[in-house]
């Protein structure tokens, strides 16, 4: 936790905090943040999706001048890990897998049903594959890519 924590702090040292009302605070970087101290939320979503105050909070934080530890959920603190590892933890045996009938079972893959149609083509050219087909104009006579009647070349009296 500290090692996140050190990580956000160094983050939001580059934010410039404004006041807005009592609890909330805009954070501007590249972009502008509405973070809600007493709600322990901000407009990136992060603070109340990882329970962890994410960088634009730990800027309002500071600009308050409050402990940042007052605002990290409870869940991330020594007590609360230790709490969770203080019962023991008891293997659960799986009751499908013992029985001796569902070994027998076998799964059939799925039944597959071709699609109505010629079959498509099993490669795709990519834009630069493509080559165009060389024709010979019939006005002028040249070989490229335009026919006699998108010919621009001038006439040449003979």
């Not at 939001?12 to 905090?17: E, M, P, Q, T």
């Not at 007493?38 to 329970?51: A, M, P, R, T």
């Not at 019962?87 to 699609?115: G, H, Q, W």
């Not at 083509?121 to 630069?128: A, I, L, M």
Request: proline content about 7%; some cysteine.
């Amino acid at each position: 936790m500290e090692e996140r924590l050190k990580v956000k702090m160094e983050k939001s040292r580059s934010f410039s905090v404004h006041y807005s009302s009592p609890g909330v605070y805009e954070v501007r970087s590249e972009f502008s943040y509405v973070v809600n101290i007493s709600d322990h939320s901000c407009s990136c979503v992060k603070w109340q999706i990882n329970c962890f105050p994410c960088p634009h909070g730990l800027a309002a934080i500071q600009a308050a001048s409050e402990n940042v530890y007052d605002y990290i959920d409870k869940y991330f603190r020594v007590d609360m890990f230790k709490k969770s590892y203080s019962f023991p933890i008891r293997p659960i045996t799986n009751v499908d897998m013992s029985s001796s009938e569902s070994a027998t079972d076998c799964i059939l893959p799925p039944l597959a049903k071709r699609p109505p149609g010629r079959p498509r083509v099993k490669q795709f050219k990519s834009v630069g594959e493509v080559e165009k087909k060389l024709i010979r104009c019939g006005r002028c006579g040249k070989m490229g890519t335009h026919n006699k009647l998108s010919c621009t070349e001038p006439l040449v009296q003979q």
